[in-house]
């Protein structure tokens, strides 16, 4: 079938509006979204982040691009719709990568919180790392 854009879900949550937080979450959701589907980044067409309205003091983006090789990426920051009764301090991303992977294969990651965004769709990234004999 050959490569094609896929698109690669994940969110997070952080326990505080704080830069820091904010910074150590997003590190850690891009490492296991790259990781765990095998993602160059070099390869990503484009992200996508959506912010809860109580997180407001860094754009997820700005924390991103300081990883290796997303200076060419294209991104966006968006605020998450409120939605009453919604998960709080959550930081969401969608990718569109060039991958050989079948849509069916993207793992999604979800972690902290957020894995109870899509239980149906989210793997566990610390099982994954455990069984690579990374964790």
Not at 116 to 129: F, H, S, T, V
Request: charged content about 20%; aromatic content about 6%.
């Amino acid at each position: 079938m050959g490569w094609r854009v896929r698109g690669v879900r994940g969110a997070t949550t952080v326990e505080a509006n704080t830069i820091e937080a904010v910074r150590v979450a997003v590190l850690e959701l891009m490492e296991a979204i790259e990781k765990t589907n095998q993602i160059d980044p070099r390869e990503i067409v484009s992200a996508t982040f959506s912010v809860t309205p109580d997180i407001d003091v860094i754009f997820p983006a700005q924390v991103a691009r300081s990883r290796a090789n997303w200076e060419h990426v294209p991104l966006l920051d968006v605020q998450q719709m409120y939605v009453k009764g919604g998960l709080s301090k959550c930081v969401r991303v969608l990718l569109h990568v060039n991958s050989d992977l079948g849509q069916s294969q993207i793992q999604h990651i979800y972690l902290n919180r957020a894995k109870d965004l899509r239980p149906d769709l989210a793997c566990n990234y610390y099982d994954i790392l455990a069984n690579l004999g990374n964790g």
